[in-house]
């Protein structure tokens, strides 16, 4: 298994996250590897992105999507849950990030069940919040750096047949930039 280079991140953070589709995002918890094959990613750049969390100015929580790319980015949303991103852009860019939104899982599945509660494979990993939750996500995952193999990284995968392009999900601004990418099927 390859861990992506960071080369892989230093390009348009839209093409990042269709490229992101069948790669596989790797956790360890102690001892054991629980990982799955990314299935759900959406995109969101700087300037010319008033969804995005880089779009007014550099802060502590975003800090990180204007420093290197290949890096984690980790933030808590609604008071409840962690959301987990992976920094990306091309160089002329300030800054950028693609969340990780689903993934399918594939190993240490019994783990992910029981940091869920939930025996439901289908539904274990298929929300932004559902992921960092079974894979064990938290704050403390902050700017690790994903193209080095650690706690946390993301391998070459598969190649989607199919790719399916629709809006940003739960956005109000720049609903119509179609940044969000699915595995078709």
Known sequence: MTILPREFYSKDTVMVAKNLLGKKLVRKIGKTEVAGIITETEAYRHNDDPASHA???ITERNKVMFGKVGMSYVYFTYGMHF???VTARSPETAAGAVLIRAIEPEKGIKIMQENRCSINVKNLTNGPAKLTQALAITKDHYGVDLTRKSTLYIADGVKPKKIEASPRIGIRD???KLW????KN
Do not use: D, H, Y
């Open 55 to 57: 779009f007014r100015k």
């Open 174 to 176: 720049a609903t119509e």
């Open 180 to 183: 969000n990418f699915k595995i």
């Open 83 to 85: 959301c987990f991103n």
